[in-house]
């Protein structure tokens, strides 16, 4: 604890002085203990000072955790956010320490309990901030997401900063571009809604017309009274006022004359004056204010008041000057004028056409003439003081004009007088004139508005007609469109509330999740949706990204253009058109290849490959100035540097326009320009330095994709008329809704730019009935389309189970890819192969039908069935070569049909004359019937649909069984087939899931502790197998059935057939899939032949009897452009057959060969560029040993054209399977597998040699066929080859020829030392080799006659003589060679079938199984971890106290296995932390407690399908365990250590049950060389054999060294008796080996006699490694156990002692 202080106080910045006594070392585990806990919170209580704090501190650092500490009010929210976003968000383990001191605020408390009951504070982070969260959230979150595709599928994803960018960036342009787009579409469709509304409130045309008519009448009335009054009243008195008005008129034209010239004077002083009152008017109170406040005015401002004061007539204050004299001032009563109420107003209101003439002049004589009273220089003291300046200077300007007009004015006033008296009497007349003007006016003015009433109405009727005549085309053409318009606004007003979550779980797609599989895309979705949920971000519920940014008219050009019809091509579809980077498609298949040139085909599409070395760069930079797409196809896992600025999109100004730079190439760069990159890779690894420059998109075909895609080969196949109209209809289907949504936007568009009253304007309601007319004409044809396209749907809907059924085919043999990156298939051979099926089905069965038909015709002529095959398989190779596989097909129809004919009327021949009429005439009726009755057949459809589908079915499954298996090792080729019929019967439910795993792995979870009731025959591993399918509801019960009767199983477990044995009770009438799991129980050898005979039983004999290799008929499938690649296996070498076959084809001359390696692939290269011209055949050899030059060879075999290469030419490559082999080669290669070929010479000494020759044939058969055997035949798998072979024979020709006598030693040596030695590393493998080598090089099999290499005598050299009849021995032989044959006992064929069985089953398992794949499984699936997951918690115990243990068996110097019990309990203390902490995790995160780790992930899936985690192996003991026996191992082992401790050193040992055996074995070789006093390195364990019973040693310990127990005999059986090997005993693999006394002594004491130095193993793998120790991984000791065999006996048959078993 001191050092955990030291440390700390060496880094912090606030060191701590303690003392750490034993309390605060308490209390500092216990913060420990429970700051490891998850939400380990915890209260603190004790007194200030007590090191509350400062022990908290320190073991926050002890527990690696950050600590945080806030202090103030005023940053507690923002401490807050701090810590939550740094535990929470960068997923810190993060201590918030905090005191009582720092409660500053209530709330401090209340948002602190906030965080421990719900994890966080509400309304803390703003949405901005809440945003960033979300963000960060979905970083992590993809982070996780990657590392467990990693870790499940093998695939990489980086996740780094520039992803994080991208998604930011993506985010904030899609919800900008959404909220514009959103907020546009939503203003169009109300604007769209209210014009229709208001369209429809429009005041109808009848309620106008009684108005109308009423209007109109009245108005004439009025019209004739006006007439009359006018003509008999108002016209005489008229006449008689204008004469007195005349006269009226002189008078006032005289005054006039008067005034005007008045004005005419006035008009120059007026301007001043309201120049002057204008400027009064700018005076500010504020500004009078001002002045009043001045205690010593400027002079300007002093000189204007003083003038307005003596205007105003105010009189001036006397005061003293500086003299003393009295003078007058007038700044007090200026002050006193400023502060009257109406100062400014009496100003505006001075009489100024009557101003006093002394005051005027006073004005004029001392002011006006004084230079600084203007204005301008008032202007510069004060505002106010220039309008008051204006103003004086105005008063006196218009007094000098008022005195000059004041005569006129009284001449005006005598004139005006004169008017008046005259205008006396005509104001009576004109009185009395004017009452009746405006009463005519009156009676006029009615007329008029009613008049304009009439005519505003008339026009109004007008208008109205034309409006209701609108709004009648309006609302009938867009009122049906008002429920979904509605509909449509509504729903984008709840979207835009949607947009901000809903962008950014599209911006996480776009950004992140391109290069995940469909099924980790969902599962990315739904946890961003969550996030979502979590935060609060309002979002849709139900997302869809297809919904959310898909355009539904640009989604239907895409499937137009071959985007498969799946949800996640369309997303992928959605990505590439939102996303800132070019897409990388991960293309296996070609669908996005496929879609992208069909999409880009109108707008020039440009395809380019980097193999194409410059020219594709002068390819790109045309059409990136010329703004044309570009397709980069077939890429690898690197890109060309020189594209980086490209990918980067490092686009510049340069002139004006838009620049990249491109090589050394300067080019203008179009808007329009696209990149697309696509790759053929099933599973590429793209380093960082690429995938953050690209989005990268994994286009893998998916089951609803493809089956969508065969549903239209098939209907196009069987149905044409059917397809080729679909295919019509759904263009024009997609052009017509193109038009309609053009339409509607255009409509729209026209009704929102519309101003006022949408009626009155007729080029808009023009132009909307147009489109209106145009849309229903179009929706009526799209009506009548979706009718018509739903009958063909439903036409072709009979035949969307064959879509499905090919579907599944193909992902069968896509899987295989998972056993072997050599099994590649492409979709295009595939669908190209089922069109062949299609048509073939139609073919051979009308032929064979016409055929039979013949025969029941004709009964004296019969042919029996397979001579009718054979004749087809005669026509098909006679059938002419074809590039296309269509035209292949159609040939060997012409082949066959014209052959069967000819070889049936030849047949049938007589020299009968009238019998030769008879068949001329069948034989003409027959040739010209077949054809006509094929071609009818095949373009009509079956009355039966259903009966054709399956006709289809069985014939394509055959043909791709039978095109897959040539390309298959022949251990693969059962399990093709057991996965072809399992999936099969998945589609068909007929596979339960929990039964299947439990086929796969032997169920899962511990098993109750029941005894075995026939523990004597029945083993362990399949009670408990018994147990865990008891409780799968199929099989319940069964564990009782068997406990009452169990002999009535034996005779399953006994037979050599168990699969075909009846079982008892109802057991027996189980499904033949369900007899399979019994068959794992009770005989686990047998389960591979049971599956053949279970995939017989259900597709047919023929799928368990795979076609022979022919390589005739691959050469007459190939072409020249069509590679052909041998999938070499360990041994073997095709270099013969080829020569061989190349000669009868006439090419051996012509065959050139090349090993490829270091330097030679230009070489290659050259070869083939001679042959494609020249008709050579070149070989290829071993092209995995030149990985680096795969590329080139792809473009090589990409650019091979038909019409340029030569007819003869041919490629040939052999290769053994390797992940480096290019893909495309594969897809489109032919892949024949190929075995090991024999050899045969003579030489000088006939006799010796072929004697020994068949030795070293039969040596090198044997140790290849040994390799079958798994461990039990060799440690490690070796490839010897026909190379091997080949130069020991030339060996043995030399030795023989050069030597007299035979020099065995020398051949022995050669051979098994140096050519097949060479390749063997382990020591007991090397032993092996020799062994048998000795065995077949020795000089009894030249000099005994009765030699035989095995026991039964039925393997032997056989006599001197030629080469038929050595040949006619070897086929004399068993086809299945016995075990003997191999030096192993009987029941290794046992061990083989089990090791076949548990292969078949693993690879199986690691292609994700073949069925049951039924709904629900998975939530089924995770109770029975949570349950096992919980059963182990509760019975896993608490790690081992050490310091117990080294207290009560200290280390003690006469005592190592003090040491050895503290150390073993060390090592499983490792392993228990690691199980605890992760079971609990896992149950947390099974709880929804916790998030699911990529490493608890995985530890997940092993523990699904009962298999140990690999986070546990890490820190484990080897075992081959499944889970549950694993477990059940595990408590045995810890028990084993408790009682060691708690009752001594045990008498005897269980030697299974130690972590590390060897520490074991050499504390006891410690004690005794200490005791004795010996050098250890010169001491060693004898060995004495024991009992079996292990009781009788528990209480009496040796005297010295170890007695151990617990091992297992492998290989042979144990002679209890005589404590001795024996044979091993019929179906007994493992027998319990004896109790062993390790009796340490002087090596040179040892006891001598015969033994067998048998290898110890920790596990039946045997094979290990050299640990970092000096000790194997496995390997243990050799134990010397007697024997009356020779050993040689015992090595053969692969004898050896292990510790513990597979189960």
Not at 188 to 212: D, F, H, M, N, T
Not at 871 to 892: C, G, H, M, T, W
Not at 1028 to 1043: K, Q
Not at 1065 to 1082: A, D, Q, S, W
Request: net charge negative.
């Amino acid at each position: 604890m001191e050092e955990y202080l030291v440390d700390f106080n060496s880094i912090s910045k606030r060191p701590m002085n303690l003392a750490m006594f034993l309390f605060a070392v308490e209390h500092v585990s216990r913060i420990c203990r429970l700051l490891k806990q998850p939400g380990g919170h915890m209260l603190l209580v004790g007194v200030g000072g007590s090191g509350r704090q400062s022990l908290s501190r320190l073991a926050a650092h002890i527990c690696g955790m950050d600590l945080f500490q806030s202090y103030t009010r005023v940053d507690w929210r923002e401490d807050l956010k701090k810590i939550l976003k740094k535990a929470g968000g960068e997923a810190k383990a993060t201590v918030f320490l905090f005191s009582d001191t720092q409660i500053k605020d209530e709330g401090f408390v209340e948002d602190i309990n906030n965080i421990l009951n719900s994890g966080e504070v509400p309304n803390m982070f703003p949405m901005d901030e809440r945003m960033t969260i979300m963000e960060m959230s979905i970083h992590l979150k993809i982070t996780e997401a990657s590392e467990e595709f990693l870790q499940e599928l093998g695939r990489f994803n980086y996740v780094t900063p520039t992803s994080y960018l991208e998604l930011i960036s993506a985010f904030k342009t899609l919800l900008d571009s959404k909220r514009s787009e959103n907020t546009k579409m939503k203003s169009r469709y109300i604007i769209g809604l209210e014009k229709l509304k208001g369209s429809a409130e429009q005041v109808e045309l009848k309620a106008l017309q009684p108005q109308l008519v009423k209007t109109v009448g009245e108005v004439g009335v009025l019209m004739e009274s006006i007439a009359k009054e006018k003509k008999e009243v108002v016209e005489p008195k008229a006449a008689i006022v204008n004469t007195e008005q005349a006269k009226a008129q002189e008078k006032a034209d005289a005054a006039k004359a008067i005034k005007d010239e008045c004005e005419a004077d006035l008009a120059e002083a007026v301007p001043i004056m309201n120049e002057a009152l204008a400027a009064l008017d700018t005076i500010k109170e504020a500004d009078i204010t001002y002045i009043k406040k001045l205690g010593n005015p400027p002079g300007a401002i002093k000189l204007v008041l003083e003038a307005v004061c003596v205007i105003l007539d105010a009189k001036p204050a006397k005061i003293k000057d500086e003299s003393g004299k009295m003078v007058p001032d007038y700044w007090k009563p200026s002050v006193a004028l400023m502060a009257e109420k109406d100062f400014l107003k009496n100003l505006k209101t001075y009489d100024k056409d009557n101003i006093p003439p002394k005051l005027i002049a006073a004005i004029r004589t001392s002011y006006l003439t004084n230079e600084n009273f203007t204005p301008d220089n008032a202007k510069k003291a004060s505002p106010a003081a220039e309008g008051m300046c204006k103003w004086v200077h105005a008063m006196s300007s218009y007094d000098k004009v008022a005195k000059v007009v004041a005569p006129k004015k009284a001449k005006l006033k005598e004139a005006d007088e004169e008017y008046q008296e005259v205008m006396v009497g005509l104001r009576a007349k004109q009185a009395e004139l004017q009452e009746l003007l405006d009463k005519l006016a009156a009676m006029e003015d009615d007329l008029k508005k009613n008049t304009q009433k009439k005519n505003r109405l008339e026009d109004e009727v007008q208008l109205c007609s034309v409006k209701l005549e609108r709004a009648e085309k309006l609302i009938g053409g867009l009122g049906g469109e008002k429920v979904r318009w509605t509909e449509t606004a509504e729903g984008l007003a709840k979207a835009y509330t949607n947009l901000t979550g809903d962008m950014l779980i599209s911006a996480g797609i776009i950004a992140y999740s391109g290069a995940f599989t469909a099924s980790y895309r969902t599962k990315i979705i739904e946890s961003f949706v969550s996030m979502c949920r979590a935060g609060r971000v309002p979002h849709t519920t139900k997302f869809s990204l297809s919904a959310i940014l898909g355009e539904p008219v640009q989604i239907r050009d895409w499937l137009i253009a071959s985007l498969p019809n799946d949800s996640t091509s369309i997303e992928n579809g959605i990505v590439v058109a939102n996303s800132r980077r070019w897409p990388l498609c991960i293309d296996p298949q070609g669908q996005a290849n496929k879609w992208i040139k069909n999409l880009e085909k109108a707008a020039n599409l440009q395809v380019i490959k980097l193999s194409e070395s410059g020219e594709y760069l002068r390819t790109l930079e045309n059409a990136i100035q010329f703004g044309l797409p570009v397709l980069l196809e077939n890429v690898g896992e690197e890109l060309d540097p020189s594209l980086e600025p490209l990918l980067l999109k490092q686009i510049f100004k340069q002139g004006g326009v838009n620049c990249i730079r491109l090589g050394d190439s300067t080019i203008e760069y179009s808007a329009g320009f696209r990149f697309y990159i696509t790759t053929k890779l099933r599973n590429p690894h793209y380093l960082p330095e690429i995938a953050v420059k690209v989005t990268l998109l994994n286009f893998m075909i998916t089951p609803a994709g493809l089956s969508d895609q065969m549903l239209g080969v098939v209907v196009a196949t069987e149905r044409p008329d059917l397809e080729e109209q679909k295919a019509l209809l759904v263009v024009q289907s997609a052009d017509n809704n193109r038009k309609l949504k053009e339409i509607e936007d255009k409509i729209l568009e026209v009704l929102s730019n519309s101003e006022g009253n949408i009626l009155e304007d007729e080029t808009a309601i023009q132009i909307i009935t147009e489109a209106k007319i145009l849309g229903n004409d179009i929706a009526e044809k799209q009506k009548a389309a979706e009718v018509t396209e739903l009958e063909i749907d439903n036409a072709r809907v009979g035949y969307k189970p064959c879509g499905d059924y090919t579907s599944i085919l193909f992902f069968c043999i896509s899987d295989l890819a998972n056993i072997d990156p050599m099994y590649q298939y492409s979709l295009p051979w595939f669908s190209n192969l089922f069109v062949a099926s299609v048509h073939a089905s139609w073919l051979t069965a009308s032929c064979l039908t016409s055929f039979l038909l013949f025969m029941d015709t004709e009964p004296m002529y019969q042919y029996s069935l397979p001579w009718s095959s054979n004749l087809f398989v005669a026509s098909v190779q006679a059938a002419a070569p074809s590039d296309n596989l269509s035209k292949r097909i159609e040939s060997i129809y012409d082949h066959f049909t014209s052959s069967l004919p000819c070889n049936v009327c030849r047949s049938a021949a007589t020299p009968s004359d009238n019998l030769s009429k008879r068949l001329e005439n069948i034989y003409d009726h027959f040739t010209s019937s077949l054809p006509c009755n094929v071609c009818r057949s095949a373009a009509t459809p079956s009355d039966n649909l259903s009966k054709r589908l399956e006709n289809i079915y069985d014939h394509f499954t055959y043909s791709l069984y039978c095109n897959v298996c040539r390309s298959l090792f022949e251990k693969d080729k059962l399990l093709f087939a057991f996965l072809l019929c399992s999936r099969i019967l998945e589609s068909k439910g007929q596979i339960d899931s929990e039964e299947w795993m439990f086929l796969l792995t032997g169920g899962l979870g511990t098993t109750p502790d029941k005894t075995n009731p026939a523990s004597d025959w029945l083993v362990d591993r399949g009670w408990k197998e018994m147990l865990r399918l008891d409780n799968i509801p199929a099989f319940s019960g069964l564990v009782d059935t068997f406990e009452r009767h169990p002999g009535a199983w034996r005779e399953m477990y006994e037979s050599n057939e168990p699969h075909k044995v009846t079982l008892p009770g109802v057991y027996n009438i189980m499904e033949p899939f369900r007899k399979l799991l019994i068959v794992r129980i009770f005989r686990p050898d047998k389960v591979v032949p049971a599956v053949q005979d279970f995939v017989e039983a259900n597709l047919g004999r023929k799928y368990v009897e795979p076609p022979p290799f022919n390589l005739h008929l691959c050469y007459g499938d190939s072409t020249p452009t069509t590679p052909l690649i041998f999938v070499l296996s360990a041994g073997s070498d095709p270099t013969a057959a080829l020569l061989q076959f190349a000669g009868e084809k006439e090419m051996a001359s012509r065959l050139v060969a090349v090993s490829l390696g270091q330097g030679q692939g230009p070489k290659a290269a050259a070869l083939i560029a001679e042959g494609s011209k020249s008709g050579l055949w070149v070989v290829l050899q071993n092209c995995h040993l030149a990985p680096s030059w795969m590329s080139s060879l792809d473009k090589i075999c990409e650019d091979l054209k038909p019409e340029e290469t030569n007819a003869d030419f041919r490629l040939w490559m052999t290769s053994y399977p390797s992940p480096k082999f290019p893909v495309n080669i594969l897809q489109n290669g032919l892949e024949p597998v190929c075995d090991d070929e024999g050899f045969f010479e003579t030489c000088e000494k006939p006799g010796p040699f072929k004697k020994l020759l068949f030795g070293l044939i039969y040596f090198h058969a044997l140790i290849q066929e040994r390799r079958k055997f798994g461990p039990l035949g060799w440690n490690i798998a070796y490839g010897f080859d026909d190379g091997d072979q080949r130069i020991s024979v030339r060996q043995l020709h030399m030795f023989l020829n050069e030597n007299e006598t035979i020099p065995f030693d020398a051949l022995r040596y050669v051979t098994g030392e140096c050519n097949y030695g060479g390749r063997v590393t382990d020591d007991k493998d090397r032993l092996l080799l020799n062994t048998a080598l000795e065995k077949c090089y020795c000089s009894d099999i030249v000099n005994n006659v009765d030699y035989k290499f095995s026991a039964s005598g039925l393997y032997f050299a056989p006599p001197e003589g030629d080469r038929e009849s050595c040949m006619k021995y070897i086929e004399g032989l068993p086809i299945i060679p016995m075990p003997e044959a191999f030096g192993l006992h009987a029941n290794a064929d046992i061990s083989k079938d089990q090791n076949d069985t548990a292969s078949m089953l693993a690879c199986l398992l690691g292609m994700g199984g073949g069925g049951g794949g039924g709904g629900g499984a998975a939530g089924a699936l995770e109770e029975r971890v949570a349950a096992v997951v919980a059963e182990c918690l509760e019975r896993l115990p608490p790690v081992f106290d050490i310091e117990s243990v080294q207290r009560k068996w200290p280390v003690l110097y006469e005592e190592s296995m003090n040491t050895v019990l503290a150390q073993e309990m060390s090592r499983f203390n490792r392993l228990l932390a690691v199980m605890a902490d992760s079971l609990k995790n896992m149950d947390l995160a099974m709880k929804g407690l916790l998030v699911m780790s990529a490493e608890l992930e995985a530890a997940y899936r092993s523990m699904s399908v009962s298999q140990v985690p690999d986070l546990w192996k890490k820190v484990s003991y080897p075992s081959l365990k499944p889970l549950g026996s694993y477990l059940e191992d595990l408590y045995k082992r810890l028990k084993m250590l408790q009682d060691w401790y708690e009752e001594g050193i045990p008498k005897i040992f269980w030697l299974s049950g130690f972590f590390f055996v060897q520490s074991f074995l050499t504390a006891g070789l410690q004690n005794y060389a200490r005791k004795n006093k010996l050098p250890i390195d010169m001491v060693g364990y004898d060995f004495e054999m024991l009992d079996v019973d292990v009781e009788q040693y528990e209480k009496n310990p040796p005297a010295e060294g170890v007695a151990v127990h617990g091992m297992y005999i492998e290989g042979c059986g144990w002679d209890s008796v005589n404590k001795k090997l024996k044979d091993s005993d019929p179906k007994v693999l493992f027998v319990a080996a004896p109790c062993m006394w390790l009796r340490p002594m002087p090596t040179d004491q040892y006891k001598t006699y015969q033994h067998y130095n048998c290898p110890v193993y920790r596990t039946a793998e045997r094979k290990g490694v050299l640990a970092t120790t000096g000790h194997s991984t496995n390997f243990v000791m050799f134990a010397k156990i007697p024997t009356d065999e020779p050993p040689s006996k015992w090595i053969m048959r692969g004898v050896a002692m292990l510790s513990q078993l597979s189960y």
